[in-house]
């Protein structure tokens, strides 16, 4: 069970806590291309949810547009959910179709 610590000084022993710490599991935000949604959109979004520069979101922007999808960033669950709920009411206010999904990572 526990881990004891041997305490030589008292007759008192003492139960280290040692709770078991696991990493959360993360999720990937991907972002989908679409045949609608205008580019300087697409950069916007990923400059302002997923803080990108303006360089690198150009970059992702592409990759998005020419193979069809693209990883936007590796959060926990709660963290992922919120940032394609970001993505996607941002994009619906704006009338574009932008999509945004979340996988295991
Ligand atoms: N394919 C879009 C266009 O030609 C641009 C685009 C890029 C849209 C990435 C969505 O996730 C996207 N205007």
Redesign the pocket.
Known sequence: MGNYADNQQSDVSTEISRPKLKRPPMYKVI?????????D??VM?LERFFGMSREKATRI??Q??TRG??VCGIFTREIAETKVAQVENYSQQHN?P???TMEAA
């Open positions: 972002i989908l291309n679409d045949d609608y949604t205008p580019m959109f697409v979004v922007m592409l998005v547009h999808a693209g574009h932008l999509k945004c």
